[in-house]
């Protein structure tokens, strides 16, 4: 399959070129030239089928013309070894939980899926000794995701940068402590400027003679393409447990709440919609960085610098996905809101909501998945099921939640051997000239 770029100035590219590239020359995002639909079968026999086989069937959709059936099954097979199961909250509202991975964050399934496409490609046709590079920008659980999802693998090296300051020390430690092939860059900024950072390095001609570049931000669609499976997962489980109705139309009465920062995750659900997965309507919940929500009511679309919040992962003024789903729905704003409707949530709110919450059901929130149940909440109707994506553990905020809830929140193992290792970053400042002198010496 063909990947074009969404600002039509690039030449289209394969696969591979698009995931070693991950962002086209015209500085557009790569999409898929088609999206296939799943046969009618696929879908009235979901529910008998593992995460690993469903997957599977939508992994051979989207990559099934460029990698052999059997080196795709084990790259499934090697990603999806956690469950992310939907959890009841409270009558009509559930969590689809996907913060079982090895970071205990949603990134996790693409950041695995891309570490071993990319593998797949080196190992398959090597066409020099050096060395893959991966730029990624985090504003928090995407530098754990990828810095754990490529650790150790041979032939490529990651390079995170993040905000100084601005990410929770858990999340800190999950890619400041593990040496190896990951460097860790503490930029002097907010997250835009890491962002920043990475798309001018792709676009710097001398920087890519030095080295060969590409990033395992959503950007990459070997990223955010693979977090299609979640949805489809969690419409397995409801429908496996009898919790959907079904419209003449074949629509569910299944409306899904993404909290929404860099618009990655709620992008591949749009997908997996495109791919005839019934799900009647999205809602993209913002914290105070509401860009698209005001899109959503206006039309126009106004990036403006982003703000520190108490769900920092979603601390983004300008995503970069946006440009996919105008993509997606021809630049459409009728067609967008029609299918989409937002939310927007200051730090005040966030606290209410988790307390809220936590009172009346025992639910322990994180920030981030407080901006989805509120939204829902708010927008559901008395007809249909809500699913809330909780995108990480509330331990990885502990600080946070312990003193909004007033408990003390278990740490899980993994984490806390994060937090046993030795802090390992280079600081700088968020000038690219900075940046590029520091590239060209690696």
Partial sequence: MKYFSTNHQAPDATLREAVERGL???????????????????????????FQEMSFEVAKAFFGDDVDEQSLKQIVDETLAFETPVVPVERGIYALELFHGPTLAFKDVGARFMARLLQY??????????????????????????????????????????????????QESQFTTLGQNITALEVDGVFDDCQALVKSAFMDSELNQHMALTSANSINVARFLPQAFYYFNAYAQLKRSGQLCFA????????VCVPSGNFGNITAGLFAARMGLPIKHFIASNNANDVFYNYLQTGAYQPKPSKQTLANAMDVGDPSNFARILSLYNNSWERIKADISGATYPDSRIRETMRACYTSTDYVLDPHGACGYQALKEQLGNDEVGVFLETAHPAKFKEKVDDILGIDIVIPQRLQNFM???????????????????????
């Fill in 121 to 170: 490609f080196i190992k398959k046709d090597r066409r020099s000794n050096n060395r893959v590079n991966v730029l990624v920008a985090t504003s928090g659980d995407t530098g754990s995701a990828v810095a754990n999802g490529f650790l150790g693998v041979d032939g490529i090296h990651v390079y995170v940068l993040y905000p100084k300051g601005k990410v929770s020390k858990i």
């Fill in 248 to 255: 003449k139309d074949g629509k569910s009465n299944l409306v």
């Fill in 420 to 442: 046993k290792g030795k802090k390992q970053s280079v600081e700088t400042d968020s000038s690219f000239d900075s940046f590029k002198s520091f590239l060209m010496q690696e």
């Fill in 24 to 50: 086209a020359p015209d500085r557009g995002l790569y999409m898929p030239e088609k999206i296939k639909a799943l046969p009618p079968s696929f879908y009235e026999h979901i529910d008998e089928m593992t």
